[in-house]
């Protein structure tokens, strides 16, 4: 049974840092896609970042481009994402993704398999 398992979330004030992990298990997800979306209340959610098997390509969403990072583990099946310079607008449920395909977690924002979500509240 996959399951992925996100944490790291938590309130910071505007302009700080979090650092959220996901961490995956029930398969190898080494040739898979891993990345993040984020959904605040009352809005849809919007995609946020990832990075290919390779771990050489990575994608971002425009508002959190030179602040935001995307990095993975193979080994330890688990992806991270560096939160630094956050504002009011980053709080949002984020959630770890993983798919096959890198094109259906960037392009159609779908995926395979989801986290359960972790709350990221930024004060201002």
């Known amino acids: 049974q996959v399951q992925l398992v996100e944490s790291g979330g938590g309130l910071v004030q505007a302009g700080g840092s979090l650092r959220l992990s996901c961490a995956a298990s029930g398969r190898t997800f080494s040739t898979y896609t891993m990345g993040w979306f984020r959904q605040a209340p009352g809005k849809e959610r919007e995609f946020v970042a990832a990075?290919?098997?390779?771990?050489?390509?990575?994608f971002y969403a425009d508002s959190v481009k030179g602040r935001f990072t995307i990095s993975r583990d193979n080994a330890k099946n688990t992806v991270y994402l560096q939160m630094n310079s956050l504002k009011p607008e980053d709080t949002a449920v984020y959630y770890c993704?993983?798919?096959?395909?890198?094109?259906?977690?960037?392009?159609?924002?779908?995926?395979?398999?989801w986290g359960q979500g972790t709350q990221v509240t930024v004060s201002s």
């Open positions: 993704a993983v798919d096959h395909s890198i094109n259906t977690i960037v392009i159609r924002h779908l995926a395979d398999y």
């Open positions: 990075r290919g098997w390779s771990g050489g390509t990575t």
